[in-house]
């Protein structure tokens, strides 16, 4: 009886290892998402690679944008406007199988009409899924402006 409470103690401490270090590598993987996505954006680079093939961006004020490619175009549009200097911070991450959420804040210089340039922050919800090559992708990406905490 002993040997099999020791068993049992055992598989659970390795189990409980086990899924710690799942949701260490989703969170590592997708802060380095979010550099190669800031890395991209502020080159004026293409950032739709990083997104599934039926992602949608849900933007604040704006329509649901779906699909990769449109997701690309709304994104390169952003940069064409001015848009730089984004920074992504992940708060929270939590995975669950094949996806995850991460809670997470930005900063970002937005031109205005007069030419002028405006530091903005704000905080998103990006709903990530692993493909079945193993690497996460945006895959619902929504956010808002105004302080995160």
Known sequence: MRLVKSFAFAAVLLLSS???AAAQSAREDIEAALTKFTDAFNSGNAV????TEDAAVLPPD???VDGRKAVE??????IKGGMKNLTLKALEVEESANLAYEVGAFTLD???KDGAVSAVAGKYIVVWKKGDD????????IWNFGAAQ
Do not use: I
């Open 18 to 20: 086990a899924l710690s």
């Open 48 to 51: 739709g690679q990083l997104y």
């Open 62 to 64: 704006g329509k649901r």
């Open 73 to 78: 175009e709304f994104w390169q549009g952003a």
């Open 110 to 112: 937005v031109p205005s």
């Open 134 to 141: 193993g690497t996460w992708r945006l895959h619902r990406d």
